[in-house]
């Protein structure tokens, strides 16, 4: 069993910053890729972050130069650092992974979203 558990949401105003942490556990093998997807109420989810195992970052044009991800690759866990924050950004955020369980099956994980609200 594997679990993906957020922290960190919650309300900020405008120009704000918040940290998301994710935490990947269980019966896990290795972690490819780990990441970052929001949804807003009305709209698909959508990317905002990825990074792989070596650190290779994509970032939403949204939100290029003022989110920034990292992980830890020993703790099994991605952060999402927040800046500026406009209130376009407000949305559930996801965690997402891409890892091989200790069983050698491959599958995406989802965590079960933090609220990030951000007002004007």
């Known amino acids: 069993q594997v679990q993906l558990v957020e922290s960190g949401g919650g309300l900020v105003q405008a120009g704000g910053s918040l940290r998301l942490s994710c935490a990947a556990s269980?019966?896990?093998?290795?972690?490819?890729?780990m990441g970052w997807y929001r949804q807003a109420p009305g709209k698909q989810r959508e990317l905002v972050a990825a990074i792989t195992r070596r650190g290779i970052i994509n970032y939403a044009g949204t939100v290029k130069g003022r989110f920034t991800i990292s992980r830890d690759n020993a703790k099994n866990m991605v952060y999402l650092q927040m800046n500026s924050l406009k209130p376009e950004d407000t949305a559930v955020y996801y965690c997402?992974?891409?890892?091989?369980?200790?069983?050698?099956?491959?599958?995406?994980?989802w965590g079960q979203g933090t609220q990030v609200t951000v007002s004007s």
């Open positions: 997402n992974a891409d890892l091989i369980a200790s069983d050698y099956a491959a599958a995406y994980y």
């Open positions: 269980g019966s896990i093998f290795s972690i490819n890729a």
